[in-house]
T-cell receptor, first 112, second 117 residues
Framework: GENVEQHPSTLSVQEGDSAVIKCTYS??????FPWYKQELGKRPQLIID?????GEKKDQRIAVTLNKTAKHFSLHITETQPEDSAVYFC???????????FGAGTQVVVTP | GAVVSQHPSWVICKSGTSVKIECRSL??????MFWYRQFPKQSLMLMAT?????????EQGVEKDKFLINHASLTLSTLTVTSAHPEDSSFYIC?????????????FGPGTRLTVL
């Protein structure tokens, strides 16, 4: 089955700096890669996603890149703000049922 | 759009009792819903895939007789934790799959925190 690895596990950045989280996946059949943000005790919220026919997608301060050949994808947050502090999860989907395999998560802390 | 609700948001129960958690897609129909369990500072672990009108598919290691799933309509799935024990205490989150022409996106409910005494 699919295996998703996510790094780093924690990331501390100064407000205004950029944050990058990287994920790798094992199943070449995976074709959809969402990123979720989860604040403590809350639900995961979809912040951006990318499909395998696209190499890059951007939405304001967040962007995701996908390298299908290398089987890795990354989340980039620019001009970080304190409200970006949360746990971020990457995921991969390739199964016909739509199951997501999640990475272990990255705790992002943005210090003012 | 794409709102998923979950009820209750938290529950405390005695060991040996059963607890039912409801997951509803409020503004879309979901033929597929998923149930996850999340322990503190850990990732989401998929427990089962719930398909409307058919039996749920459980992940390896998840006891289907302990975690009963019913997906009786296109907007409602329920998870019943039977004979709950303290080790079942966790954050249970459902998601509903919004399927459009070329996309299949999961939207999550707010979660249910279960504490078994």
């Amino acid at each position: 089955g699919e295996n998703v690895e996510q790094h780093p596990s924690t990331l501390s950045v100064q407000e205004g700096d950029s944050a990058v989280i990287k994920c790798t996946y094992s199943d070449s059949a995976s074709n959809y890669f969402p990123w979720y943000k989860q604040e403590l005790g809350k639900r995961p919220q979809l912040i951006i996603d990318i499909r395998s026919n696209v190499g890059e997608k951007k939405d304001q301060r967040i962007a995701v890149t996908l390298n299908k050949t290398a089987k890795h994808f990354s989340l980039h947050i620019t001009e970080t703000q304190p409200e970006d502090s949360a746990v971020y999860f990457c995921a991969a989907q390739g199964d016909s049922w739509g199951k997501l395999q999640f990475g272990a998560g990255t705790q992002v802390v943005v210090t003012p | 759009g794409a709102v998923v609700s979950q009820h209750p948001s938290w529950v405390i129960c005695k060991s040996g009792t059963s607890v039912k958690i409801e997951c509803r897609s409020l503004d879309f129909q979901a033929t597929t819903m998923f149930w996850y369990r999340q322990f503190p500072k850990q990732s989401l672990m998929l427990m089962a895939t719930s398909n409307e009108g058919s039996k749920a598919t459980y992940e390896q290691g998840v006891e289907k007789d302990k975690f009963l799933i019913n997906h009786a309509s296109l907007t409602l799935s329920t998870l019943t934790v039977t004979s709950a024990h303290p080790e079942d205490s966790s954050f249970y989150i459902c998601s509903a799959s919004l399927k459009l022409a070329f996309t299949d996106t999961q939207y999550f409910g707010p979660g249910t925190r279960l504490t078994v005494l």
